[in-house]
């Protein structure tokens, strides 16, 4: 096909319309398309921002002028560049700028193509720069055979996906892609490591990011992006921790259940790391020497040293006593850990080893390295050499059992060999990476083998024998399930499901109450409903008997008039009989006279026709030799024709290469002399290295003459540009000639694409129709929803109830407390009061005493009379034991007294407390009743409006798709469904339901407010009988 030419235009891509149409796209952002070899439609799009960073216009505009500015300022904003073009069924896909695909679909307007929609990369939270990883270059876009799914690669090795709907159908004109399943790296894979707890492996990557994958699920567990480059990963047996080796720490991480937290760094800049297989040391490679550190303590236990060149790869034994190393050097050392010391060497210098591998019981050594062969070291010697067949080996593994070796290569094959090594080429070879393979690992259980390359992929074999069977391990490994998570996390959740349970419990509450409500209301309206049917049935019945009598009487005139009838119809039917006889019979002899006629007229025909025949032959015959002759002027002229559109042909191409051989004369001219002067300018600057001075200056001028130079290329682009549009105006004349050819093919077209239309309409109509059954499910679920939810609020009103009857009895438990306390008092009174009498008898006594003392007092003079009467006195008023009992009764009395003050006193503040929270209790709750009560109410009314809306929405749906047809008989069967859906029905003297609702609420608190006066009162008794006490 000879496209038409105009500007010269880089064109990056295209994409066959159909068989044609082309579409093409250029790196200034213009999309063409040819139709037979003819450009038919032009547009230029324009560089696109995302929507997130139209709101940071500030901050990219800098960004942008930084980029202007290296570019020496010729461009002020980012061209767009249309990297990827795709076709689909309505029109084509395009990627003008980084991160986003425009959709074009076809119009009947003068744009053929109008853009419909746009589809942006989503941003990755993983990342350090998320706005980064949604600017990716979009290198390839396609579409699945049912046009369902959009597949698009970028230049950063990630797959996303987009479902593709009908832009009818989508409001918002911008969407986003999906990860195809998870990201992937985007560099060259640096670490990979396993273990022996989870099916889990960790990679590392040069771009920044630690991955934890599952090689059993084939899922992306963890992931996270550093500021720094990993070159370096070991995994702990457990699964739990890594290692990790950056440009400048090796940093000890926990891997948590969502995330991974740096426990602990080291000041080691590590290119190579690993755990034991015990988990309990690691080692870090520092240059030339082996730290050995704890994993507990983190102490550094040992350093190996020896090593004259940078350490490659180290590998632990089984047993974690043995320690096997390598180098650039060419030197492969083994160490004993419990002594620290190197046990056997073997040294190559000719060879700069990249990677080791170690046997189950670590008595042989397998290393690659740059001398492409692979070495079987044993007692500090090479045992074999097996030769690559002119290809470097990068990495190697060994299995469990020793019987199989996995050897990777520097063009991304993996070869499994058997053991023992031979020297043929006797080996399976795999293609699977696109680059060298970088790191090889093989599972405990010697059921899969992983593979990592600088492709930046991860590779995961399946390892069969070669009887086609899995390699049996001993015996089938329980992985761990066990996940690390942090304390503060923990909490969080828990704080969070605290919340949701108190949500889900007011949730339940207020949908009991609501359905509570509604059952009482469905109660007495079932209830109507019932007695309304009951009448009607009753009235029914009535007019059932009134019909069968008049059905009787309808049946005896009908007998009546059917005799008669039968009777009027025989009679007829005779009548009929006769007359149609007679007109058989003139019939008949009209059919005889027509036959008679129709045999002449047949011969008279045959005679006309056999005489028109003859002519017409002969006119045939003339008519042949007149065409015939045209037929021959015609091919003549035909041939001349022709031989002139040739002539015309070779002019044009002979016009056409002249054209292309001036222009390639012109460019070679230039590069020539550029280059010359390219040549100049070096020699020149190799010279002035010397003199500083002059240098600036020099610089200045060269600087001047770039810039001419540039206005030079300004100037003959300009020109060449004139010479374009005259070749344009050229080929317009052309066009010109060929327009006549296409006017009759058009209309054939426009009627197909009239038909193309029509199809399309009808499969958006057909997927119209499925979008509005799939909303008519989605209110269908929403109504079900909705019951469910009525249920469960029914579940809440229960629950409260049980609440109430539960404050109830703590009422009631009060009461008995209060009585109880009541009766206490009553017997403390008691006591009191047989204290009192004691006392009045004691001041009795008293009184007699202070008598009698005065009558002693009379006898002062006589001192016989004073001692007698002193004598009657002691043997009248004191007693010994009463003495001793008096005074022990006083003492135990006075400690009552005080003990029983104490008592009462802390009873009172107690009781005072209790009153004080059952009010508090009570008013609080009485408040939360009443504002639950108040939304319950707002969320019937917002249900119901909302039952309105859906009914209705349901209404038109139906109609749309013309499923009302038997509308009225459905109302005439389902006479309940209308009076459910009536909004009259459903709040049915919504005036009751409030009154209702407040004489309830009134009960409740008059029976609050009698039960606080109650224990009010009771309060006040026990605080008079405290007060008389400590008067007393």
């Known amino acids: ?238 699964g739990l921790f890594c290692l990790v080796g950056f440009s400048d720490k090796l940093r000890f991480i926990s891997l948590l259940y969502e995330d991974m937290h740096v426990f602990k760094e080291f000041a080691v800049k590590c290119r190579e790391c690993s755990f034991s297989n015990g988990g309990h040391l690691f080692a870090a490679v520092n240059g030339n020497v082996i730290q050995i550190y704890s994993s507990i303590t983190f102490e550094n236990v040992t350093n190996l040293k020896g090593h004259t060149g940078k350490v490659h790869a180290i590998k632990w034994s089984a047993d974690d006593t043995k320690f096997v190393s390598c180098d650039t050097h060419g030197a492969v050392y083994e160490w004993n850990l419990l002594t620290g010391k190197k046990e056997s060497e073997c040294v190559l210098k000719t060879c700069i080893y990249s990677s080791i591998s170690l046997t189950y019981d670590a008595n042989i050594i397998f290393a690659v390295g740059s001398d492409q062969t692979l070495k079987e070291i044993s007692k500090s010697s090479i045992q074999h050499e097996v030769p690559a067949f002119d290809v470097v080996y990068t990495t190697v593994a060994v299995s469990r059992s020793g019987r199989t070796i996995f050897v990777g290569t520097s063009l991304g094959t993996i070869r499994a060999m058997k053991y023992p090594l031979t020297l043929k080429k006797d080996f399976s070879e795999y293609q699977a990476h696109a680059g060298a393979v970088t790191k090889m690992t093989v599972t405990s259980d010697d059921q899969f083998l992983l593979t990592a390359s600088e492709d930046g992929c991860v590779f995961i074999w399946k390892v069969h024998d070669k009887e086609g069977g899995g390699v049996k391990g001993e015996q089938e490994l329980k992985y761990a399930e066990e996940v690390l998570i942090m304390r503060s996390d923990i909490d969080e959740k828990r704080q969070a499901i605290l919340d949701l349970q108190i949500c889900v419990k007011d949730l339940q509450t207020e949908s009991e109450y609501e359905l509570r409500l509604k059952d009482l209301y469905c109660e007495g309206k079932i209830k109507a409903l019932e007695e309304n049917f009951t009448l009607e049935i009753d009235s029914l019945k009535t007019k059932y008997q009134i019909l069968q009598e008049d059905k009787e009487k309808q049946e005896l005139q009908h007998q009546v008039q059917l005799s008669e009838l039968m009777d009027k119809q025989a009679r007829e039917v005779q009548q009929l009989e006769s007359e149609s006889s007679q007109k058989l019979s003139t019939e008949n002899e009209k059919y005889q006279e027509l036959q008679v006629k129709s045999q002449k007229m047949e011969e008279e025909y045959e005679k006309q026709l056999h005489n028109l025949e003859e002519s017409k032959t002969m006119a045939v015959a003339e008519l042949k030799e007149h065409y015939e002759r045209k037929l021959k002027e015609k091919s003549v002229l035909l041939e001349e024709a022709k031989e002139n559109m040739r002539k015309q042909i070779e002019i044009h191409e002979e016009m056409e290469k002249l054209v292309y051989e001036e222009g390639d004369k012109e460019i070679l001219e230039l590069k020539d002399k550029y280059e010359r002067q390219l040549v100049e300018e070096k020699e020149s600057n190799v010279q002035l290295k010397g003199e500083m001075g002059l240098m600036n200056k020099r610089l200045n001028s060269l600087q001047k003459e770039l810039k001419d130079r540039n206005r030079d290329i300004e100037e003959m682009r300009l020109e060449q540009q004139k010479l374009q549009d005259i070749i344009k105006s050229l080929q317009k004349d052309i066009l010109a000639l060929k327009t006549d050819i296409k006017e009759r093919t058009e209309t054939i077209l426009e009627k197909e694409k009239h038909i193309n239309d029509l199809k399309m309409k009808n499969q958006e109509l057909q997927n119209f129709k499925f979008v509005l059954s799939y909303r008519i499910e989605e209110f269908k679920k929403q109504i079900e929803s909705r019951e469910n939810d009525i249920e469960t609020m029914k579940k809440q009103i229960s629950e409260m109830e049980e609440e109430l009857e539960q404050f109830r009895k703590e009422s009631i438990e009060l009461k008995l407390n209060i009585t109880q306390l009541q009766q206490k008092q009553k017997a403390t009174a008691l006591e009191v009061h047989r204290e009192m009498e004691k006392k009045q008898d004691m001041e009795t006594l008293i009184k007699r005493f202070k008598a009698d003392l005065h009558n002693c007092v009379s006898y002062i003079h006589h001192p016989r009379k004073m001692k007698e009467s002193i004598c009657e006195l002691y043997t009248k008023y004191v007693r010994q034991s009463d003495m001793v009992g008096t005074q022990a009764e006083d003492a135990d009395l006075q400690q009552q007294l005080k003990k029983q003050q104490e008592y009462n006193e802390r009873n009172l503040t107690v009781l005072r407390k209790k009153v004080t929270k059952d009010k508090e209790m009570q008013q609080a709750a009485y408040m939360r009743i009443i504002q639950e009560n108040v939304s319950l109410i707002k969320e019937i009314n917002d249900l119901r409006q909302e039952l309105r809306v859906a009914n209705g929405q349901v209404h038109s749906l139906q109609s749309a798709l013309r499923l009302n047809k038997n509308k009225q008989a459905i109302q005439d069967t389902a006479p309940s469904s209308e009076l459910l859906s009536s909004p009259d029905v459903l709040r049915l003297n919504p005036e009751m339901e409030s009154e209702k609702i407040i004489e309830m609420q009134q009960l409740e608190i008059q029976y609050l407010r009698d039960q606080i006066q109650e224990k009010g009162q009771a309060l006040k008794c026990p605080g008079s009988v405290s007060f008389g006490q400590k008067s007393s």
């Open 1 to 238: 096909m000879n496209l038409q030419r105009g500007e010269p235009e880089n064109y990056l891509c295209h994409a066959w319309l159909s068989e044609e149409e082309v579409i093409c796209g250029t790196d200034t952002g213009k999309l063409s398309l040819f139709e037979t070899g003819q450009l038919h439609w032009e547009t230029s799009l324009e560089y696109r921002k995302p929507p997130r960073e139209l709101k940071e216009d500030t901050t990219t505009e800098e960004y942008e002028s930084g980029l202007a500015s290296e570019e020496n300022g010729l461009q002020q904003h980012p061209l767009p560049q249309i990297s990827a073009v795709a076709a689909y069924s309505k029109g084509f896909a395009c990627s003008p700028s980084p991160g986003v695909v425009l959709l074009f679909e076809k119009t009947n307007e003068k744009e053929v193509y109008k853009e419909s929609q746009e589809v942006w990369l989503p941003q990755d939270l993983f990342s350090t720069e998320p706005t980064k990883s949604s600017r990716q270059d979009i290198t390839c876009i396609c579409f699945s055979p049912s046009e369902e799914t959009m597949v698009v690669s970028t230049n950063k090795n990630q797959l996303y996906m987009f479902t593709m709907f009908s832009t009818k159908l989508i409001r918002e004109k911008t969407s986003y892609f999906v990860y195809m399943n998870f990201p992937l790296h985007s560099n060259s894979i640096t670490g990979l490591d396993m273990c022996t707890w989870k099916p889990i492996l960790a990679t590392c990557s040069l771009d920044r990011s630690v991955r934890i994958w599952n090689y059993k699920t084939n899922t992306l567990e963890l992931c996270k992006e550093y500021q720094e480059e990993a070159y370096t990963i070991s995994l702990h047996p457990t």
